[in-house]
């Protein structure tokens, strides 16, 4: 089980950015998918995330600013992220677990498997 991803970069506040999360081993119609960041000195945080049913649910701090959508015959999840702030800089990761039709959770220790990590900065 692979997942990649990738849509990182350096960006100015206010901008957008669109992450990739491609899934290879495993078939993501039967899984839930999370976002999550980690910036420097601080604790991985939740983002968002996707239900197998494809039922989304945002960490507050990302709230209308932030979009998580899939493409199951790409076997791909995008999260679509604008309006952004320089403190959402940090290495952002997917993750995967198989998991129910409208259930997603934001906590990292349900996931099973877990993607290399991709860097936005964005720049005030």
């Known amino acids: 089980v692979q997942l990649q991803a990738s849509g990182g970069g350096l960006v100015q506040a206010g901008g957008s950015l669109r992450l990739s999360c491609a899934a290879s081993g495993l078939t993501l119609d039967n899984y839930a998918i999370g976002w999550f960041r980690q910036a420097p000195g601080k604790e991985r945080e939740g983002v968002s995330c996707?239900?197998?049913?494809?039922?989304?649910y945002y960490g507050d701090s990302v709230k209308g600013r932030f979009t998580v959508s899939r493409d199951n015959t790409k076997n791909t999840v995008y999260l679509q992220m604008n309006s952004l702030k320089p403190e959402d800089t940090a290495v952002y990761f997917c993750?995967?677990?198989?998991?129910?039709?409208?259930?997603?959770?934001?906590?990292?220790?349900?996931?099973?498997?877990w993607g290399q990590g991709t860097l936005v900065t964005v720049s005030s």
């Open positions: 996707s239900s197998k049913g494809g039922t989304t």
């Open positions: 993750a995967a677990v198989i998991g129910g039709n409208y259930y997603c959770g934001l906590d990292d220790p349900e996931y099973d498997y």
